[in-house]
């Protein structure tokens, strides 16, 4: 029988959802709604305990209406990498369906990325799934007019390639925000700047609020992070075409308007 013969069926339907969450495009984990194991075109799919269930899907222009829900354990590994390491980027969830007895037609449901894991009732975590079509349809931000660059450092206007940037370094102390590390690359700013600590596989970000020295002052804390353990750390930048020029040689890309006048035409008389 085909998909659409079964989910049509009264009796002979047994359908089962596998789920399927990556991070930069890597799978991180295959789970299913069954209560067993089940392996599809090579791929396993696990159960969790607890379960895993998820609310009704709507097609809706409104960002909130359009979300699906899916509710798992409380230490459900993709409820725990969201909720303790909210900086560990993107994490993409696709829902697929097929019938048990024909697992040859799959077919996929909704996909689209992972906006939060909230705290239900009981304990449990709720996954917050914004589809795809919502993000493609939501308008971004206007550049602005002004003296001070307004690209995103690192970022494709920039063009400055971030690896190139890296000072590896080790963790001499960590204590929630407070980082010391053992040395920092001389006449580099690092306060707005970004430090990067992986473990097991997963990169964690922060920004640094502030720097003194090998002192730093994070915006989160690092999970996991403990001295001697490596770390990367990536200068900051203020969007000024002084630093800009001087620390990166990157004036040729510079965001900003150095010549605006500073009387405003059209708010304001010239006479």
Request: aromatic share 8%; proline share 4%; glycine share 12%.
């Amino acid at each position: 029988m085909t998909y659409e013969t079964d989910e049509l069926s009264i009796q002979s339907g047994a359908p089962v959802e596998l789920y399927t969450f990556t991070r930069g495009g890597v799978v991180i984990g295959r789970y299913t709604s069954g209560e067993a194991e089940v392996t599809v075109d090579g791929d396993t799919y696990s159960t969790y305990p607890g379960g895993l269930a998820r609310g009704e899907i709507s097609i809706s222009g409104e960002r909130g209406r359009a979300a699906l829900r899916i509710t798992v354990a409380r230490d459900h590994p993709v409820a725990s990498l969201i909720h303790l390491r909210p900086r560990t980027g993107v994490i993409g969830c696709t829902v697929s369906r097929y019938h048990r007895g024909d697992d040859t037609d799959v077919i996929v449901i909704y996909a689209g990325r992972v906006l939060s894991a909230r705290r239900g009732r009981s304990g449990e975590r709720i996954l917050v799934v914004e589809p795809r079509s919502v993000s493609q349809q939501r308008i971004g931000l206007h550049r602005v007019c002004q003296p001070g660059c307004n690209w995103q450092l690192y970022g494709p206007h920039c063009r400055l390639d971030m690896g190139d940037w890296g000072h590896a370094t080790t963790i001499v102390s960590v204590s929630g925000t407070a980082l010391e590390v053992a040395d920092v690359e001389s006449g580099m700013p690092y306060a707005g700047g970004i430090v990067a600590f992986t473990e097991g596989g997963i990169t964690d970000y922060a920004y640094i609020e502030e720097a003194d020295g090998t002192a730093l002052t994070l915006d989160l804390p690092l999970y996991g992070a403990e001295a001697s353990e490596a770390v990367t750390l990536y200068p900051g930048c203020d969007w000024t075409m002084a630093t800009c020029d001087a620390v990166f040689s990157n004036s040729v890309n510079f965001g900003g308007r150095l010549h605006l006048p500073d009387l405003n035409p059209v708010t304001q008389s010239a006479f």
